[in-house]
């Protein structure tokens, strides 16, 4: 199945500021979709270990199962100060 993917912040910048099409395996979950990323982009694979999928302005659960067709953001942890 496919999903779309866009990433924000420095996952822009080191993935993709284009929104990415993905092929997963159904019933994929958000943890292996992360596992997968890190895989294909090694050089983002520390700051996708803290990075959390959301699916409608909501954050979606690490075993939560990704739905064909949908759009997810990958969101890194952001500091400020």
């Known amino acids: 199945m ?3 993917l866009i990433f924000y912040a420095v996952l822009q910048e080191t993935i993709s500021a284009d ?3 993905l092929e997963v395996t159904r019933g994929s979950t958000a943890e292996e979709v992360i596992t997968l990323l890190s895989q294909k982009f090694p050089q983002a694979a520390a700051i996708l270990k803290a990075t959390r999928l959301a699916h409608e ?3 979606v659960g690490k075993q939560t199962v990704l739905t064909e067709g949908a759009e997810y953001c990958l969101i890194p942890p ?3 100060g």
């Open 57 to 59: 302005e909501e954050y």
């Open 78 to 80: 952001v500091s400020g």
């Open 19 to 21: 929104p990415l099409l």
């Open 2 to 4: 496919q999903i779309t």
